[in-house]
Nanobody, 126 residues
Framework: QVQLVESGGGLVQAGDSLRLSCAAS????????MGWFRQAPGKEREYVSS????????YYAELLKDRFTISRDNVKNTVYLQMNNLKPEDTAVYYC???????????????????WGKGTLVTVSS
């Protein structure tokens, strides 16, 4: 399985931007479809965005698509999540996940993730 390490979280104010990174181990990163998920305190983990192996197809949770952008660099073995105009309700631990043998759109279900990172905390103050 691929090992995933998220970074880039922190404390920001409403309206600020952050870019999260998820670095993957191994030389087969391009075989994985990747996704970002988040879990707010007291809530279930939810889908944020996913991206195909090549990066040519991207998908988003409907309410986030205008503010968040997912991308990947298969040379650097890294997937990114650019988050703009952050709101207090975006406060959560953000996780990246990887899966093989599936379409990126299927990562809308967290049950389709094969490997998880440990997460990075994003806190947005009002």
């Amino acid at each position: 399985q691929v090992q995933l390490v998220e970074s880039g979280g922190g404390l920001v104010q409403a309206g600020d931007s952050l870019r999260l990174s998820c670095a993957a181990s191994g030389r087969t990163f391009s075989r994985y479809v990747m996704g970002w998920f988040r879990q707010a305190p007291g809530k279930e983990r939810e889908y944020v965005s996913s991206i195909s192996n090549s990066g040519g197809a991207t998908y988003y949770a409907e309410l986030l698509k205008d503010r968040f952008t997912i991308s990947r660099d298969n040379v650097k073995n890294t997937v990114y999540l650019q988050m703009n105009n952050l709101k207090p309700e975006d406060t959560a631990v953000y996780y990246c996940g990887a899966s093989t043998g599936r379409l990126a759109i299927s990562l809308r279900s967290i049950h389709n993730i094969d490997s998880w990172g440990k997460g990075t905390l994003v806190t947005v103050s009002s």
